[in-house]
């Protein structure tokens, strides 16, 4: 049986298809899986590592853009789509699980004119314009969060949860911290990740920056910070006293991200759709600094509500230094909170998508 797999854009529409096709292998080892992406995008580098084949294709957003920009980005869709097209028609898959994220857009218009069943997952809480647009094309929906079916067809919708990688489960925080090299670090101080994605968040960066000698006071830090800013956040470290820059974990970028949710004790990241999965997958509170002119809001309002994370606005991030602390120094409201999230994790969530999309395939 052959199977496309898409979404891209960011890791949190990258990984679910991933972990899907993991779960999908165990199924049926005979599939033949191909993940299309955008060309040039990181799911080009994230998918061939991860082993899967991959095929990209032209594919840009089209949100809060210039008008220029936009009929370029319309453009480069519409290339997209037909690029898509022909691999479809060579590939000839059974059918499609699209992700959502620009890159999945061509994509799934294709197969709906070649006539094939598409699946569509919504990683967040409300759907993109990406997703909204993917509706029309959708055979089946699935979806993280009963909160989600608010703004989905319910007819054709399931809730499966988020699907995480196996690594996400399988780590032990000792093996984590061990890896990491945390292994020295005492009980009592708590280890703090910070990370503002794959490329790295300007506003949390320095914010961090502003704090970090309290921050090494308080807690042993994992920063990952994005390779555009690790240069200049080096230079600061390295102005630290010895103990201080010991406590200091500093990565530009970090493959081994499993490892740091498991060995740290809170953190502190955007609420992009990975964290309505990873985060609950290995327990991690957090404070949440949403994007700006994203839809990242209402996954940490979601979070928030439930008792797992804090909310912290962007504009607020600023004030991170005191609230991390009000939460590491209150033993009692951490607990709390990492019961919270670990409630939410659906560790079922990629095999059952992977069902569905062999049901979705008959």
């Given at each position: 049986m052959k199977l496309v797999f898409t979404g891209g854009g960011t890791g949190g529409h990258v990984y679910p298809g991933l972990s899907v096709a993991e779960a999908l292998r165990s199924l049926r080892p005979d599939a033949e899986l191909l993940y299309i992406g955008r060309a040039g995008g990181a799911e080009e580098r994230i998918v061939p590592a991860a082993g899967l084949e991959f095929a990209g294709v032209p594919?840009?957003?089209?949100?809060?853009?210039?008008?220029?920009?936009?009929?370029?980005?319309?453009?480069?869709?519409?290339?997209?789509a037909v690029r898509a097209y022909r691999l479809l028609g060579e590939f000839r898959p059974r059918a499609v699980f699209a992700t959502g994220g620009y890159a999945s857009v061509p994509v799934a218009a294709a197969a709906f004119a070649r006539r094939m069943p598409v699946l569509v997952f919504l990683p967040d809480i409300q759907p993109g314009w990406a997703v909204r647009f993917l509706m029309r094309f959708a055979t089946r929906m699935a979806t993280t969060s009963d909160a989600a079916l608010a703004y989905l067809p319910r007819k054709k919708t399931q809730v499966t949860g988020y699907p995480i990688r196996d690594a996400f489960r399988s780590i032990t925080r000792t093996a984590a911290r061990d890896r990491l090299g945390l292994g020295d670090v005492p009980p009592n101080r708590p280890v703090?990740?910070?990370?503002?994605?794959?490329?790295?968040?300007?506003?949390?960066?320095?914010?961090?920056?502003?704090?970090?000698?309290?921050?090494?006071?308080?807690?042993?830090?994992?920063?990952?910070?994005?390779?555009?800013?690790?240069?200049?956040?080096?230079?600061?470290?390295?102005?630290?006293?010895?103990?201080?820059?010991?406590?200091?974990?500093?990565?530009?970028?970090?493959?081994?991200?499993?490892?740091?949710?498991?060995?740290?004790?809170?953190?502190?990241?955007?609420?992009?759709?990975?964290?309505?999965?990873?985060?609950?997958?290995?327990?991690?509170?957090?404070?949440?600094?949403?994007?700006?002119?994203?839809?990242?809001?209402?996954n940490a309002r979601y979070l928030a509500e439930l008792g797992a994370a804090v909310l912290l606005p962007n504009d607020e991030v600023e004030d991170v230094y005191g609230v991390v602390q009000g939460i590491l120094t209150a033993p009692a409201r951490l607990?709390?909170?990492?019961?919270?999230m670990t409630a939410l994790a659906r560790p079922d969530a990629a095999v059952s998508l992977a069902t569905l999309l062999l049901e979705t395939a008959r």
């Open positions: 594919a840009a957003g089209l949100r809060g853009k210039s008008p220029v920009s936009m009929l370029r980005g319309v453009w480069l869709l519409l290339r997209g703090l990740l910070v990370t503002g994605g794959s490329s790295g968040s300007r506003d949390i960066n320095r914010a961090v920056a502003r704090h970090l000698p309290q921050f090494l006071r308080l807690c042993e830090l994992i920063h990952v910070s994005g390779p555009p800013f690790e240069p200049e956040l080096r230079q600061l470290a390295g102005r630290l006293p010895p103990e201080l820059q010991a406590r200091y974990h500093l990565h530009g970028y970090l493959d081994d991200m499993p490892a740091a949710m498991a060995a740290a004790d809170l953190a502190v990241t955007r609420a992009g759709a990975s964290a309505l999965g990873e985060l609950p997958a290995t327990g991690l509170p957090a404070v949440l600094v949403p994007g700006p002119f994203s839809d990242q809001q209402r607990a709390t909170m990492r019961r919270a």
